[in-house]
């Protein structure tokens, strides 16, 4: 019962440690950069609704955690733009006690240039991109180890067999990029999704040590497909292999003669298909020794295993000291930084192109994922680790930043746009039509909310035990 209600917790927890961190970094950019520029901050708000939490600095300023965690917002005085006023109805009251309270004279938002407002609009934007490279910077100091991207034999009719290749791989590159990690792949071929032309995999066979690169035709890839099966229509088939990744010194392996990279074809003239089944064929015989058959680049070498033995929960079963075949992904701080910049603008150029694609109509608009969709996804990555959750939140971020930037009101890059036309213009833009721009800038806004909503509902009805996005 405990574990079922941690498995629960899981999800409002995660969803709120991700969107929380994720809207403090947003707004906190805008926050600093207003300090920088003068004007008085009325309120740094964390949410929308009735406050939880709130305190007043030196300076005057509000800080706010409110109940409904799905934004948040910074009003400065003298903003007139209509909506901190719809966030908040006592800002006013808010700025008229910090000008009693303050011993200075204190600068409103229509008092800047028109350049600091605009670096006060993209600074938010600016601090999730400046976020994602700094955790990516942070995993890729740290490193970590995943099971290597291995796929069993391609199936009948995929793109992989009809191009001739019919053996388990370990796949290492998509179109010239090198890859580590499941992770990796899902996300290089997201970006080529509506494409046309060729997609180059390149795999090294796990009875070889060569690399084969292939050169993949597709057209108009998955097109509209609303749950894209990216690696399956490849005949990529992710698999724990029995391959030998480790073998600990001076284990019942290594003084069996067992090296990394021996792939076990058989036990006893039993086939082996996977690791799993290895592993349960080695438990169940402690003390024993086995005939295995394993291929050793290329060759087929028979060998006797000797089983060792380790005392567990379960009594007494068979151990060997292999590992799986895993790839350990770190770097040195400083080339860790550059990955972490490079990671970051792939992945901005990436989402910029999807979203580009899902105009066109080559992308299906229901592959959008809204406040349920990033609660599901937020408890799945606490439930797979440290790893998983902060790579979510880098990529998160970089979205965050990228939405924000859309030229449309409300957002911060409609408050760029129209600022600069102001300075096009050589004065601003009439209230009454900054009123219409906003009104419609909310109801966009307000349809896409819809909109992703009812696709987050639909996932979840159409599949209620779906773990993520199909690959």
């Not at 990516?136 to 009719?157: E, I, M, R």
Request: glycine share 10%.
């Amino acid at each position: 019962m405990g574990t079922d209600l941690m498995d629960i917790l899981y999800y409002p927890l995660g969803f709120v440690a991700l969107l929380g961190a994720l809207v403090t970094v947003h707004e906190f950019g805008h926050f600093l950069v207003a300090r920088w520029s003068g004007v008085h901050v009325v309120r740094f708000s964390i949410g929308f609704g009735r406050p939880l939490i709130q305190w007043r600095d030196r300076r005057g300023t509000e800080f706010v955690v409110a109940v409904i965690p799905l934004g948040g917002y910074v009003s400065m005085l003298g903003e007139n733009d209509g909506v901190n006023d719809a966030r908040n109805n006592d800002d006013a009251d808010d700025a008229s006690n910090a000008e009693v309270s303050s011993d200075r004279p204190l600068l409103s938002h229509a008092e800047l240039t028109p350049y600091w407002r605009i670096a006060i609009a993209a600074a938010g934007p600016a601090a999730n991109f400046l976020f994602a490279i700094l955790i990516y910077w942070g995993l890729f100091a740290v490193g970590s180890q995943q099971l290597a991207p291995v796929t069993a034999a391609p199936k009948a009719d995929t793109l992989l067999a009809i191009q001739g290749w019919n053996q388990p791989a370990q796949v290492v590159g998509i179109d010239g990029d090198s890859v580590s990690s499941w992770s990796d792949i899902v996300m290089r071929l997201s970006g080529r999704l509506g494409d046309s032309g060729h997609l180059e995999l390149s795999l090294i066979p796990l009875d070889d040590t060569r690399t084969a690169t292939l050169r993949l035709p597709i057209q108009q890839w998955h097109k509209g497909e609303e749950e894209p099966a990216l690696l399956a229509s490849l005949g990529i088939t992710p698999s724990v292999l029995s391959v030998v990744g480790t073998v600990s010194p001076d284990s019942p392996a290594a003084r069996s003669g067992l090296q990394p990279g021996d792939w076990i074809q058989s036990v006893e003239g039993e086939q082996i298909d996977s690791w799993g089944a290895w592993v349960k064929t080695i438990e169940q015989n402690p003390r024993r020794n086995l005939q295995m058959e394993l291929l050793r680049e290329g060759r087929l070498v028979a060998l006797r295993v000797a089983i060792g033995e380790r005392q567990g929960s379960e009594g007494t079963t068979g151990f060997l000291g292999v590992a799986p075949l895993l790839t350990e992904v770190r770097y040195g701080l400083f080339d860790a930084l550059l990955r972490g910049c490079e990671e970051t603008w792939d992945k901005t150029s990436m989402t910029l192109s999807m979203m580009k694609k899902m105009v066109v109509g080559l992308i299906s608009p229901k592959n959008m994922m809204g406040p349920v969709g990033i609660v599901q996804v937020a408890g799945e990555s606490v439930k797979n680790g440290a790893y998983m959750f902060f790579t979510i939140m880098a990529l998160l971020s970089i979205s965050l930043g990228v939405v924000n930037l859309l030229p449309v009101p409300v957002l911060d890059g409609g408050h760029i746009l129209m600022t600069f036309i102001e300075i096009l213009r050589g004065k601003p833009l009439s209230e009454k039509f900054q009123s219409a721009a906003l009104q419609v800038g909310l109801a966009l806004i307000g349809v896409a909310f819809i909109a992703v909503t009812y696709n987050d509902i639909g996932r979840l009805l159409s599949d209620p035990d779906r773990q993520g996005p199909a690959v």
